[in-house]
């Protein structure tokens, strides 16, 4: 088939190569031309495990190329979007002008039996006001909503085998075009939910909604493990046991981030208000402070953790990443965390294996070191912020020898407690004793 994918970020530049390693003949486009030459140059402007490989077998099968030039869309029948939907400044809504502006742009190329279908994370409500928008442009183009589940640092594999497809139509016709792109996953027992727009939209939010929540409630048992002398990890695994609630997701740590996850639960929280339903979802915001609490946790044991203050202290930071295997640094508690010990005073030292671009550009005021060697060097305590194998994997006795002060801060519960201590460290973690 012949497929467009506009937008071309942690999304689509992963769904257009899939799509074109399928066997699918595949035009991405952004607006961003430094990263649509990179894309074409079979260069990946972002850090994603096989996505540069894909990039360069579906690049040299000829079915993949990438342009700023919307005209190029002309000869396919799918255009998938998959734009950003950010937060709004000043709002917990989604800013949804990227959306209208694709769609706007996508329209006068447009030809009857087209199919646009919706892929960014959106507000409930969206697809409906697309649709008619479409409806209105004589195109002859239809929509159909397919929220994508994949997961940062697995994108590729979660697209080529996701766990299930969720197709919002408003036809069958949408469904079978949509049975047809995804020909090789339905071959493999993929399962597929066909259902309306909104009901598309919801799961997508729902199912973040639901994860944020599970990684909130695990931080909250450890704010109250804090307090009590209880151990938050043996608590996860006790309950976790219990196949209704299930061990995964219960990490407790320094919270979630990224550029899904807070921003979406609160995109839901100001649509459902919107809707006039705001107080089924008013637990978000808790689930959203409790998130944050985590993050000053963190300061708070440094600050414990130094004596009472952090100032003229050197702090490596160990991760600047939401998450590892990732160059991702947006909503970052690890940055979060560098930025607000440096306020604090602290002469901060971030690593990361792949993140340091990336937070460079949006915290221009923070030291980076090259290697977590480096940042270790000297350093009165050691925060471990992102769970990177890397730093998963340190050895405690070497380390304790390039420090000036072995004291360290597990904001990820990633460490061995037991073995940190016996090299000689004083071992702070998230809800242990
Ligand atoms: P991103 O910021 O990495 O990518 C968005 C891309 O869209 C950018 O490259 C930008 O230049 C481009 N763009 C903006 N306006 C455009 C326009 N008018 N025409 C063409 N291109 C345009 O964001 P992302 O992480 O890829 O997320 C995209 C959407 O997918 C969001 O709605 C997000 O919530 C959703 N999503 C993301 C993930 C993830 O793990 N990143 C997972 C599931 C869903």
Redesign the pocket.
């Known amino acids: 088939m012949k497929l467009s994918v506009?937008?071309?970020?942690?999304?689509?530049a992963v769904h257009a190569s899939a799509m074109a390693e399928l066997g699918h003949e595949v035009v991405g486009?952004?607006?961003?031309q430094a990263?649509i030459e990179q894309l074409a140059a079979g260069r990946p402007p972002f850090f994603e495990p096989g996505l540069p490989e894909i990039l360069t077998s579906a690049g040299a099968s000829g079915r993949l190329r990438f342009s700023t030039d919307m005209a190029e869309v002309s000869e396919a029948t799918v255009h998938f979007v998959?734009?950003?939907?950010p937060q709004m400044q000043g709002s917990y809504a989604a800013d949804m002008r990227?959306v209208d502006?694709?769609i706007d742009?996508l329209i006068p190329y447009l030809k009857a039996g087209d199919l646009v279908v919706g892929?960014?994370?959106?507000p409930v409500g969206t697809a409906a006001r697309l649709a008619q928008k479409l409806a209105e442009s004589g195109s002859g183009a239809t929509l159909a909503w397919n929220p994508?589940?994949?997961?940062?640092g697995f994108?590729v594999k979660d697209t080529i085998e996701p766990d299930r497809l969720v197709y919002g139509v408003a036809d069958e016709r949408a469904a079978s075009v949509l049975d047809e792109v995804y020909a090789t996953a339905l071959g493999t027992g993929t399962p597929r939910i066909i259902t309306d727009y909104a009901t598309a939209e919801l799961v997508k939010v729902a199912a973040n909604a639901f994860l944020a929540t599970k990684i909130s409630f695990i931080n909250a048992m450890a704010e109250i493990a804090e307090v009590t002398g209880a151990d938050v990890g043996q608590l996860a695994d006790a309950i976790g046991h219990d196949a209704r609630i299930g061990r995964r997701f219960l990490n407790a740590g320094v919270g979630f981030g990224g550029?899904?996850l807070p921003k979406?639960i609160r995109a839901f929280t100001a649509r459902a208000e919107e809707l006039g339903r705001g107080e089924s979802v008013a637990f978000l915001k808790e689930v959203d402070a409790i998130n944050l609490r985590r993050r000053q946790r963190v300061v708070d044991l440094a600050v414990e953790a130094l004596g009472g203050s952090v100032y003229d202290k050197r702090i490596a930071v160990l991760g600047v990443t939401f998450k590892p295997d990732s160059d991702d640094v947006r909503d970052s508690p690890a940055l979060d965390v560098a930025v607000q010990l440096k306020g604090l005073g602290a002469r901060v030292v971030s690593t990361d294996p792949q993140g340091i671009e990336n937070a460079r550009i949006r915290h221009p005021q923070l030291d980076y070191a090259g290697t977590a060697d480096e940042a270790l060097a000297g350093a009165d305590l050691v925060v471990l912020a992102t769970e990177w194998k890397q730093f998963r994997e340190l050895d405690p006795v070497r380390s304790a020898t390039l420090v000036a002060g072995a004291s360290v801060i597990d904001g990820r519960n990633a460490l061995d407690a037991a073995v940190w201590r016996a090299a000689g460290w004083t071992y702070r973690g998230m809800g242990r004793p």
Do not use: H, M, N, P
């Not at 506009?6 to 689509?12: D, V």
């Not at 892929?119 to 959106?122: E, H, L």
């Open positions: 506009i937008g071309c970020g942690y999304l689509g486009i952004d607006v961003d990263k998959a734009v950003g939907t990227y502006a694709a742009a892929k960014s994370t959106v994508e589940f994949l997961r940062e994108a550029g899904c979406d």
